[in-house]
């Protein structure tokens, strides 16, 4: 029984995970007119790691020979989790689409099980296939407006070619973040990750206010930073960890799909977007599909 309720929790984290997610939509969509685009990566991820350090210092101060000696992939996570995730889809949406980066972001759970497959042998069944294809369906139905037309009539730009780097980036920190065993909890690697994703962009974030465009430290800028931090940041990203240490990176890769689904609601209940029947349709295949990757998991010895 506590195994079950254990699953329980764990398959939970699938549907309430992205919840949190999905918010950057809300940052992508609000915040950029205000803050600029690699600004808002950067001091995200800086804020996280001064919110979180106060509760971390001591711990880490005392495992530093265990930071010294994981700090190479620590560097790793966070310039793939927070550095390329972080800034790659802000500027992929000067040039490209919506609908395009929605379609191109949700290629990175097949990265994520092919890399698994290839350099981790992790298994691959009809279950996982199957689920991971519905999955694709019901996207592509959001994104598309059930009209098969738009998917024909896409132009890809450079923009697309941002947002594949981000698709395969965070294909890597998802399957690093599960294999690379570490001796910090959690918490502790997290504000670690948090900082070196900071680091990996702050080159950029000065080229940016060099050559581009100055950021302006008023109160918007303070609320939107925040609030990527706290919630697609320090939530989002604890979350993801805790369902990467029950059920796997190919599994928790699956959020991507649901995010979607939320993304659509928060254009609702936020944007004043319509909900239409495609909505509803690849809605039911989004979880329909995840129920068919947790029978895989489930079916395992």
């Known amino acids: 029984m506590p195994k079950q309720k254990n699953n329980f929790l764990a398959f939970s984290l699938l549907f309430i995970q992205p919840i949190f997610m999905a918010s950057n939509l809300i940052v992508a969509r609000g915040g950029v007119d205000f803050v600029p685009p690699i600004s808002l990566a950067f001091w995200r991820w800086t804020f996280v790691f001064i919110i979180l350090l106060p509760f971390t210092y001591f711990s ?56 698994s497959a290839i350099f981790f ?56 973040l599960f294999y690379w065993k570490s001796e910090l909890s959690l918490l502790q690697r997290f504000t670690l990750v948090s900082f070196f994703g900071a680091l990996s962009l702050l080159p950029f974030y000065i080229a940016e206010e060099i050559f581009v465009a100055r950021t302006v430290f008023n ?64 809605t039911a295949l989004v979880f329909l599909g995840v129920y068919l990757a947790r029978k895989n998991y489930e079916n395992k010895p």
């Not at 000696?69 to 995730?85: I, N, S, W």
């Not at 689920?131 to 139905?141: N, P, S």
């Not at 009209?147 to 294909?171: E, K, P, S, Y």
Request: glycine letters at 10%.
């Open 60 to 115: 880490l101060k005392k495992n530093y020979p265990i930071i010294k000696k994981e700090f190479k992939k620590l560097f790793f996570l966070g310039a793939m989790g927070c550095g390329v995730c972080g800034a790659f889809p802000f500027l992929a949406g000067q040039t490209t689409t919506v609908t395009n980066m929605g379609i191109i972001y949700t290629s990175s759970p097949i990265f994520i099980i092919l890399i």
């Open 121 to 176: 042998h992790e298994k691959i069944n009809l279950f996982k296939i199957t689920g991971l294809f519905a999955c694709l369906i019901g996207v592509f139905t959001i994104i598309i407006k059930g009209d098969l037309d738009l998917l024909v009539n896409l132009n890809f730009t450079i923009g697309d070619l941002w947002m594949l780097g981000a698709a395969i980036g965070w294909a890597l920190y998802s399957i690093y």
């Open 219 to 282: 109160q918007e800028f303070y609320l939107w930073a925040l609030f990527a931090a706290i919630f697609p940041g320090i939530i989002a990203f604890t979350l993801y960890t805790q369902a990467q240490k029950n059920l796997g990176a190919s599994l928790t890769g699956f959020t991507l799909y649901v995010f979607t689904i939320y993304g659509a609601i928060y254009g609702y209940l936020i944007f004043d977007e319509k909900l239409e029947s495609y909505h509803y349709l690849g």
